[in-house]
């Protein structure tokens, strides 16, 4: 249709970048064939027409109807670079295998050739070899019965086999100790479905060890925000994870300022039962300790003296190390301080995971998003940020804090030997 | 067919650059300046740099999607996609072009491979677009501007009639419209995001004007259907 006429400048006439002159110019050539004209103008409408089009209006904030699982196996998972590579590696990989496959079967009918010639493959005597032993039958019934050889059997045995034959019997089987089982392989079979994946797998040597008296505990600027609908199905799923993930792993429940203040009530309560105690002076003591408490002053003191006070109710239990809060599994050489776990529960961490800084990747791929449960992880809020973000946080909070946890879990995954403690918000599931 | 074939009345005040800003989701454009800003403060850590900097992208990204797939839902989806993209590759992102241009190219991308996939699923006709998955606004979408009411509905029906059209295109020439179109982007912009050359540019979007045209043709030969009316 328009073979005589320069695509550019019809582009540009239909784009309106011609000045009027030149456009009036290509316009009277066009008037030659009207079929091109017309459909140049009406090309002019359709530009004009598309320009005018409009969209629906956007969902309101289409950021915070991203969902928090979707920023999870961003956290987790490669980017898109790194996927390509890995698309890319196998193939790489099989043409490897491939020249490596054709040298050898290159190599094997090279030395096939070369066998056949030499001859060298010939069943019998072979070169250096000592003759069969029936050879030597004549001077062995020579020997009284019990230095004689035991008989031979007819089978024809290539050289090598001579040696193994002439080799002494393991004079006695040495019983190596069976390794520990590892706790992933006792675990029950009954998991619990946490996610899409099946249970973790055993872990490498080196995790299956049990936790050593001096290990590096690294408590995480982030917490794993579990959904569930109910504090027992969040702890079974914990308790189960630390179960799979072998002996150098642990849940606590963190000890908490209220466990401290019931703790403290309660000593003090208990004073009032002794004789000869002014009940008006104790009952001032506790109304005091409420007014500190509602304070939020002094709290680590009055954490220290409810350890202590148990510590000395425990006066049986030489274990004077011993969590005040009900360590739920794994040894205590993995639970946080009871300082640490104060600050946990004080930003809102119900629990705390001891992991393994090499499985953290795997923990948290373990923990998938299915219809019970929503994992994500974000930055540990402070007392303050805590207390907005129950009046209604933006659902933006976790998006925000994806740089940094990133960040910070990375960091923590670099230190291969330590313990990641991990604090955990139990939280319920949002309305979608 | 003649009442279709009327001539659009052009936008009233229109200017070039004003083009995409008339559209309600520009509201949330950001100056480059305000974009650096952002970009330099996420990289040194500001956790809240990084939603300020989505929320004035999300709704021309949104707005691409849509016009590329048109189906509010896919073009949700695919926005959320793009946004988690653009969050992934920020970081590596080395201001070689504008970061304007690099969201669009990331949205654009995006939205080829949503539209691949979609080739290669649907074995069903050409019904997927003009039956009742067809144009979600198809009077409406155009903006029809103070126009009297029978030339309105005329404006209303060419357009749904174009946009018909610009579905059945090729998804690279589709792609070239809605940018330059419909995004209001120049020819260099055009060929940094779809990675091809200025004159590249320019022929397929000649093309891609000379197969729209052509199938805006068969649209109006097209005897009307049901869901047409």
Redesign the interface.
């Known amino acids: 249709m328009f073979e005589n006429l320069d695509?550019?400048q019809?582009?540009a006439l239909?784009e309106g970048e011609l000045d009027s002159q030149e456009a009036e110019s290509l316009r009277q050539r066009l008037a030659g064939d009207p079929e091109a004209s017309a459909?140049i103008e009406?090309?002019i409408?359709?530009?004009?027409?598309?320009?005018?089009?409009?969209?629906?209006?956007?969902?309101r904030d289409?950021?915070g109807?991203?969902e928090p699982q979707?920023?999870r196996p961003?956290l987790l998972g490669p980017?898109?670079?790194d996927l390509r590579r890995r698309h890319r590696r196998p193939q790489r990989r099989w043409r490897r295998y491939g020249a490596m496959a054709a040298a050898v079967v290159a190599f094997g009918i090279l030395a096939g050739v070369w066998a056949t010639i030499t001859g060298v493959f010939s069943i019998g005597v072979q070169p250096g070899v000592r003759p069969p032993m029936h050879a030597e039958s004549s001077s062995n019934d020579q020997l009284p019965p019990d230095l004689r050889p035991p008989p031979e059997t007819d089978k024809l045995v290539l050289a090598g086999d001579n040696d193994r034959r002439t080799r002494p019997p393991p004079s006695a089987a040495i019983v190596l100790p069976k390794p520990p089982s590892s706790t992933i392989g006792d675990a029950p079979s009954t998991a619990i479905p946490v996610g899409g994946e099946g249970p973790l797998e055993p872990p490498k040597t080196g995790d299956n060890r049990g936790p050593a008296a001096d290990e590096i505990l690294l408590a995480a600027d982030f917490a794993l925000v579990l959904e569930a609908g109910d504090l027992a199905s969040a702890q079974e799923t914990l308790q189960q994870l630390v179960t799979e993930l072998g002996p150098r792993a642990a849940l606590v429940r963190n000890f908490s300022y209220e466990e401290a203040r019931r703790l403290e009530q309660e000593w003090l309560l208990s004073r009032v039962r002794r004789p000869g105690t002014d009940p008006a002076e104790v009952t001032a003591s506790v109304n005091g300790r409420n007014d500190t408490i509602a304070g939020r002053r002094n709290l680590r003191e009055l954490a220290d003296r409810a350890r202590r006070q148990l510590v000395v109710r425990q006066r049986n239990r030489s274990d004077t190390d011993a969590p005040l809060s009900e360590q739920l599994y794994g040894p205590k050489e993995l639970a946080p301080s009871l300082e640490q776990q104060l600050e946990f529960s004080d930003r809102g961490a119900a629990y705390t995971i001891s992991v393994p800084a090499s499985q953290l990747s795997r923990v948290l791929a373990r923990l998938q998003v299915d219809q019970r449960h929503s994992t994500v992880l974000q930055?540990l809020r402070n007392v303050d940020r805590k207390s907005s973000g129950e009046q209604g946080e933006s659902p933006?909070h976790w998006?925000?804090?994806?740089?940094?946890v990133l960040?910070a879990a990375r960091r923590l995954q670099d230190r291969r030997d330590g313990v990641i403690l991990l604090p955990v918000v139990i939280e319920q599931p949002r309305t979608r | 067919m003649d009442a279709a074939?009327a001539?659009?009345i052009?936008?009233q005040d229109?200017t070039h650059s004003a083009?995409a800003g008339a559209?309600?989701?520009a509201a949330g454009r950001i100056t480059p300046l305000r974009e650096l800003e952002l970009l330099e403060a996420?990289r040194g850590?500001d956790?809240?740099a990084?939603?300020e900097l989505?929320?004035a992208y999300?709704?021309r990204i949104?707005?691409i999607c849509?016009?590329m797939v048109r189906d509010?839902h896919d073009?949700?989806d695919l926005?959320?996609d793009t946004?988690?993209?653009v969050?992934?590759?920020l970081?590596?992102f080395d201001q070689r072009s504008k970061l304007s241009t690099w969201v669009i190219r990331v949205t654009m991308n995006c939205c080829l491979s949503h539209l691949r996939k979609q080739r290669l699923r649907r074995h069903s006709s050409i019904d997927a677009v003009h039956g009742a998955n067809a144009p979600?606004?198809p009077p409406s979408?155009?903006?029809t501007g103070e126009l009297s009411a029978p030339r309105r509905v005329e404006?209303a029906e060419?357009?749904s009639m174009?946009?018909r059209a610009?579905d059945s295109l090729d998804s690279q020439m589709r792609a070239v419209?809605v940018l330059r179109?419909?995004q209001?982007l120049e020819y260099e912009h055009i060929g940094e995001v779809l990675g091809i050359p200025l004159g590249t540019v320019?022929?397929r979007?000649?093309r891609a004007?000379?197969a729209?045209?052509a199938a805006?043709e068969l649209e109006l030969d097209r005897p009307l259907t049901k869901d047409d009316q």
């Open positions: 695509e550019a019809l582009l239909v459909v009406r090309m409408d359709d530009r004009a027409l598309l320009r005018c089009s409009e969209v629906p209006d956007l969902p289409i950021l109807e991203l979707m920023v961003m980017s898109p670079a930055m933006l998006l925000s804090d994806y740089p940094q960040v | 074939r001539k659009p052009p936008p229109r083009a559209s309600p989701h996420h850590g956790s809240g990084i939603g989505l929320r999300q709704g949104y707005s849509y016009r509010e073009a949700r926005t959320q946004m988690l993209r969050l992934q590759g970081d590596s979600a606004h979408s155009m903006t404006q060419m357009g174009l946009l610009l419209l179109d419909m209001d320019k022929s979007l000649f004007r000379c729209l045209r805006a």
